[in-house]
């Protein structure tokens, strides 16, 4: 005899979204580390040469989360009141890609101008902008694209890390004309 399955209300869902993206956020920037000076350097030299980029990483990932957030709002708000189980669990891949993030920001900080953190870190941001594209997928029916073309941009930083060093989050900037680009060019693709 099978046990039937209790719906789960989208508002709960959502929150206990909200509190993952919040702790992930916080953890971030735990880990950012005050300036130490050592072998004759000075207390601001050490803050800009250490501190001020791990800062500058931390916003760029901030940004990128809170475009996450705002898209997962958008896509809760479509939603009727109660989630699927193929809703559950494309967003609990989502949040526990989030989840990594810190991970992720503090193994590229060690070394961003390495192919392998920027790998890891871009692909982890990759894979989140496919989790939330599958999660727009089955919640709304949003065949949208512009999770798609974000997870381009995350990926592009990878071969440029050698060349471009610790800049490569700036190419991540892009994701916000590409997303405009997607959202103008494949209108089609929202469903209300």
Known sequence: MSVPMIPISSKRLEFFSDAVLAVAITLMVLRITPPIASGGETLGEAFWSDTVPQILYFLVTFAV????????????????????????????VFLALICLLPFGLEFFSDEPSSVLTTAVYAGLLALSSLAMTWLQWVAVDDHSLDGIGRAVVFVLAIPLAPLIGGFSPLIWMLNWPVTNYFDRTYPGGRRA
């Open 65 to 92: 989360i809170v475009s996450f957030w705002v898209g997962h709002h958008d896509v809760f708000a479509k939603m009727g009141p109660e989630a699927s189980r193929r809703v559950v669990s494309a967003n609990m």
